[in-house]
């Protein structure tokens, strides 16, 4: 059966098992190949299709998930579920009815649907000619390839509420090592849209070629606490990196400095933070959360004020309060919580700007590793490449510097926020941040 009978005939098999029940199904389609001195390395296309369910039987949710799509795989997955149910902690929530949702699939382009392989291929095969051709220090090319990507999604449940999604897209990038003087540099870029027609191949081939050549004559700085500038090419990760503090569960397990502190300062006036699922600023939107309780936006930061956590419906239960419709679950996970297209509102300044509120910073492009950094604690520690800048004037590349502090202080420290995103297509849009004081080891 498709994955939309599978999930008629769960919700049909599971009414009567217990109280409540949820299911989430998603249908995945892929196909990417790799390109390497002028020739198709390897081509892969996938599939991954299946269908979850939780279960609440007095009270207490039980998980289980199937991947194949029969009546006796589907009704043994009930029967987990239920089995389950007495392991867990009793939850009180009540699952939504079905709302009025905006018709049509804002995620999906029909035309993407006829791009081939064949069509990447050649696009492929022209971006690794154009990328050696804008520099002759460019000498390999070890990584460049494109994906095609197909999603069809289900969230159902024992209310009648019964929301499909579909989305589409396609990415397409380049890895270009460089070298000078004996000194080897790796830059990439990777393009993400759902509209071909957008596709250049001379941007990327100048995006990637640009990324592997700038860090040449890097001269070394010094040590000490100086004004750091991150970039809109990397401001996105430092703050993805910190998401789960503003998580309620976080709080609630005692694994986030935050808890109990909403309603207070915890960063600069200059710094907002939202989940913004239906905003304007991105081109994937999500009407309905994993849970299918509408989504909506959520300004978790607001002039520096924690203003409010995210939320599902078990973590809203048991704080006493609504769901921000922020619920996360594949279909072979437990229910979790995410924010859904994570946003930082632009400011006055463009990053050029920036540069030049102090008479010397570190312009940050680059970020290396993570395994120093803590959500929990809020400890920074990571590698960094970019620019010293003196006066709002680029002088010199920088790089192996180390950048150290704790997250928690930097946001307060966050002098002004720029105007300007890296990618229009990201889930995560955050512009450059110029923090007054960080501590860099060299």
């Known amino acids: 059966m498709n994955i939309t009978d599978a999930v008629s005939c769960m919700c049909d098999l599971a009414k009567g098992e217990a109280e409540q029940f949820d299911v989430i199904a998603s249908n995945t389609h892929s196909e990417s190949l790799?390109?390497?001195?002028?020739?198709v390395q390897n081509t892969e296309i996938s599939d991954s299709v299946g269908l979850g369910i939780r279960i609440i039987k007095d009270g207490r949710p039980g998980y289980a998930h199937t991947e194949r799509l029969t009546k006796d795989a589907i009704?043994?997955?009930?029967?987990?579920?239920?089995?389950?149910?007495?392991?867990?902690?009793?939850?009180?929530?009540?699952?939504?009815t079905p709302a009025k949702i905006p018709e049509g699939s804002p995620n999906y382009n029909p035309a993407l649907e006829s791009l081939t392989l064949g069509d990447v291929k050649d696009f492929c095969i022209?971006?690794?000619?154009?990328?050696?051709?804008?520099?002759?220090?460019?000498?390999?090319?070890?990584?460049?390839g494109a994906d095609i990507n197909q999603d069809f999604s289900i969230v159902a449940n024992s209310k009648g509420l019964f929301y499909t999604d579909?989305?589409?897209?396609?990415?397409v990038g380049a890895g270009a090592v460089a070298e000078r003087d004996g000194i080897s540099k790796l830059g990439n870029f990777v393009k993400n849209g759902r509209d071909w027609g957008e596709f250049s191949v001379g941007e990327i081939a100048e995006k990637a070629a640009t990324y592997a050549t700038e860090l040449f004559g890097?001269?070394?700085?010094?040590s000490g606490k100086i004004p750091v500038i991150f970039s809109e090419r990397i401001a996105g990760r430092f703050m993805g990196m910190y998401a789960s503090p503003f998580i309620a569960e976080s709080m609630q397990k005692g694994t986030s400095r935050l808890a109990g502190k909403q309603g207070t300062k915890i960063a600069s006036e200059k710094l907002s933070l939202w989940s913004d699922p239906l905003g304007e600023n991105f081109c994937n939107k999500m009407y309905f959360d994993s849970e299918g309780s509408l989504a909506r936006r959520v300004e978790v930061i607001k002039d520096g004020v924690f203003n409010e956590a995210l939320y599902n419906l078990e973590t809203a239960a048991k704080d006493g309060c609504k769901t921000t419709g922020n619920a996360a679950r594949g279909f072979g996970s437990k229910m979790s919580?995410?924010?859904?297209?994570?946003?930082v509102p632009a400011g006055e300044l463009s990053t050029?700007?920036?540069l030049k509120l102090f008479p010397k910073c570190l312009l940050v492009v680059r970020l290396e590793g993570g395994s120093g950094c803590s959500a929990v604690s809020g400890e920074l520690s990571i590698g960094a490449h970019g620019f010293w800048c003196e006066n709002g004037v680029i002088q010199h590349p920088v790089d192996s510097v180390t950048l150290s502090g704790n997250f928690f202080d930097i946001i307060r420290n966050v002098t002004a926020v720029g105007n300007e995103y890296y990618s229009n297509f990201a889930g995560i849009r955050v512009p450059a941040l110029a923090i007054d004081e960080l501590a860099v080891s060299c």
């Not at 790799?34 to 020739?39: D, K, N, P, R, T």
């Not at 009704?75 to 939504?96: F, G, R, Y």
């Open 126 to 144: 022209e971006l690794e000619k154009q990328t050696f051709a804008r520099s002759t220090e460019i000498k390999n090319i070890p990584y460049l």
């Open 352 to 354: 050029a700007e920036l």
């Open 166 to 171: 579909k989305s589409n897209s396609v990415a």
């Open 75 to 96: 009704s043994q997955t009930i029967k987990d579920a239920l089995c389950h149910t007495q392991w867990t902690e009793a939850v009180d929530i009540e699952l939504p």
């Open 337 to 343: 919580t995410a924010f859904w297209n994570m946003f």
């Open 218 to 222: 890097a001269r070394k700085i010094e």
């Open 34 to 39: 790799s390109v390497f001195q002028g020739q």
